[in-house]
């Protein structure tokens, strides 16, 4: 895995299921970065060698506090259905909830 945030920067890794099987590649180019409320990616496919398969979709991920707590929101834009239904086949729904999950039970530690 590399990672270089910033805008022009890119995220690449491989994605691996709980039992450490590869499934794949996945790209996210950052597009913009405002420090502490927001910051959005192109996410893609790809294969090892970081060539992607469009089409891919826009995330826009936008962090507000309110009385010490913080809310992530986070809206995903595809072009097409069938990106979606790719996504959810190759187990989107339930690698983002783990990894959800996961960033819950760890900031509840801190």
Known sequence: MKMDFK????RFYAMISPEGVEIGWHIQDYTSISPKSNF???SVFADKDENPFLPGSNWDLTFTELNG?????IIIHN????RMEKMIEMGFKEGFTATLNELENRLSKH
């Open 7 to 10: 805008v022009g920067g890119r």
């Open 40 to 42: 959005k990616f192109f």
């Open 69 to 73: 707590i913080t809310k992530v929101s």
């Open 79 to 82: 072009d097409s259905l069938e």
